[in-house]
């Protein structure tokens, strides 16, 4: 037998984990994990706190009553010096049942040949018995040493029928895994496996809470915590005491004690200084690419790798398409890092709001750029971005969400802000037009404030064109045409959508008094104009507004030869 009589010093990492009180059965889970049996390789790869080793764990005791010889290793630092590795890995595997005699090795051997001829000695044994055998090693994102990963690789690539490997990890180990993916010998169960489902989160606080929730606090915790297992286990040993369950799951984030400790402990406090700097500054983002975080930290071209290393560590990060082209963070995990971001680096939020504001602005996304504006509590930046964009924000319905974070503006600030009340009356106007009307006659009456005459004027025509769409949704046909007309004198060359709008709705109301050719001019005004800007969406109502005014010239004419 090989020489390994110092590691019975710790026979604990040998041991199978109990399964804890209050965990559930998983059938499908379970299943999942049973494909172990006709795969060379199973990757078990989630963050902290996911339930890797509970799950395997129980999974693993069922294949035991089955039959199969389980052999678990539990990892830790110490182990990625290659002798002690392959001493723990043959010593897991003699207290799983596998008996296999391997004379020591002569001591010159390198470290290549060394770690082909131990596992080579031990495939040869594992072929001779009768039995599955599953060997599961636990925590082996600890493993660093290259060695280590090479031997592992020999045993992936040369494993018998009968010899199936089980990696549980925080991190994607630098395996050949793409090979044995298209090869069909990888299983792999990841965070969207392990999560709860709500059935599964109900029958789990059920037991562990030892309180009785109501369905709806259990969807809301379930949502809050998006299936994160230890989540879940926090947010239960903390409503045991509380007094109001509801209230604690409406309020349960990253900063309740628990969760706040163990996500500092198991993730945050693990990175190097480069990375949790990254992880502090991007939580400010909703989601983010690497080129808006790069726009962020200051860099030039680092954040795609760096983003890449954090999906491969399953530090908590999201992608959101395919193409891994935007992410986001679980959100305990942001609540955490916004409140680390404010401890480590005071006030600097607000100028990476800032900074985030104008790269949105830059690639188009406006309700983003103001979202950040207005958390940036740059009212100057806000009243920029609107009087650029107020009615394109309009137009695709993308202002309407930002409505409520301007409610909460203190009144005075939003003397400085006629362009918000204009967008809020458009906006308004989809259903409440009187509202809408009060909303621009108190942007009227603050506007002698305002010094620039070109500004004030400006300002004047976009309040005309939309009284005039009001008006005109009112049928008070005869107000609607003399705003129109006010406006068409005070727009700006640069407000080419409103003057779309005012175009269309000049051309409908004219048509409404009759005066058909004069629609037809507006109208097709409105249309021109709105195909040489690329104005599809009022290309669209332009050329509907045609249509009618031909059909209604069309039937005029019929009338006139009838009569």
Not at 102 to 125: H, Q, V, Y
Request: hydrophobic content about 45%.
């Amino acid at each position: 037998m090989y020489n390994h009589h110092v590691i019975r010093l710790l026979p604990t990492k040998f041991y199978l984990p109990p399964v804890p009180a209050g965990f559930i059965d998983r059938p499908r889970l379970l299943e999942n994990l049973d494909q172990t049996l006709t795969h060379r390789l199973m990757l078990v790869s989630a963050p902290a706190g996911a339930g890797k080793t509970i799950s395997v764990g129980a999974w693993a005791q069922l294949a035991q009553k089955k039959g199969a010889l389980v052999c678990w290793l539990s990892l830790e630092n110490a182990d990625n010096d290659p002798d002690r590795f392959e001493s723990y890995l043959l010593a897991s595997l003699e207290e799983g049942g596998v008996i296999i005699d391997i004379p020591s090795p002569p001591a010159n051997l390198d470290g290549l040949t060394r770690g082909k001829e131990i596992p080579a000695e031990f495939l040869r044994g594992v072929t001779s018995i009768a039995r599955q055998v599953i060997l599961i090693l636990d925590d082996y994102h600890f493993i660093q040493e290259k060695d280590i990963h090479e031997a592992m690789q020999f045993l992936i690539d040369h494993a018998p029928a009968n010899l199936h490997l089980v990696l549980l990890t925080r991190s994607d180990p630098p395996l050949e895994l793409a090979r044995l993916r298209v090869a069909g010998q990888l299983v792999e169960v990841r965070m969207e496996q392990l999560r709860f489902s709500t059935q599964e989160a109900s029958q789990f606080l059920a037991r562990a809470a030892e309180v009785q929730l109501a369905q709806d606090d259990i969807t809301a915790l379930n949502e809050r915590t998006e299936g994160w297992i230890a989540g879940l286990q926090m947010a239960a040993i903390s409503l045991r005491t509380v007094q109001d369950p509801s209230a604690f799951i409406a309020s349960f984030a990253g900063s309740n004690r628990y969760v706040f400790d163990y996500l500092i402990e198991q993730a945050l406090d693990r990175q190097p200084a480069q990375v949790r700097e990254f992880l502090l500054k991007t939580s400010i983002l909703e989601r983010f690419s690497a080129p808006l975080c790069d726009a962020l930290m200051g860099t030039k071209g680092a954040a795609q790798s760096l983003l890449a290393t954090l999906e491969r560590a399953n530090l908590f990060l999201i992608p959101l398409d395919d193409e891994r082209g935007w992410y986001r963070y679980h959100q305990l995990f942001a609540d955490l890092l916004r409140l680390m971001l404010e401890r480590t680096y005071p006030g600097s939020a607000l100028e990476l709001h800032r900074i985030a504001s104008r790269w949105y602005e830059e690639q188009g996304f406006l309700p983003e750029a103001l979202d950040h504006a207005l958390d940036a509590g740059d009212m100057e930046l806000v009243a920029q971005l609107i009087s650029a964009n107020v009615l394109l924000l309009v137009e695709n319905d993308e202002m309407a969400p930002l409505l409520r974070k301007f409610d909460q503006i203190p009144s005075d600030q939003l003397v400085s802000l006629p362009w918000l009340g204009i967008a809020r009356a458009w906006v308004l106007g989809a259903g409440q037009i009187h509202r809408s009307l009060q909303t621009l006659a108190d942007v009227e009456k603050d506007l002698d404030r305002q010094t620039d005459v070109t500004v004030r004027n400006r300002i004047r025509g976009h309040i005309a064109a939309a009284r005039a769409d009001l008006y005109g949704a009112l049928g008070e046909t005869e107000k609607s045409i003399i705003l129109s007309q006010e406006a068409n004198q005070l727009l700006s060359d640069d407000d080419i959508a409103v003057r779309i709008m005012n175009l269309i709705n000049l051309g409908d109301s004219l048509l409404g008094r009759g005066e058909n050719m004069e629609a037809l001019r507006f109208e097709e005004q409105a249309l021109e104009l709105a195909l040489k800007e690329g104005k599809l969406f009022l290309a669209m109502l332009a050329t509907n507004s045609l249509a009618t005014v031909h059909l209604f010239a069309g039937r005029m004419k019929e009338l006139h030869q009838v009569c």
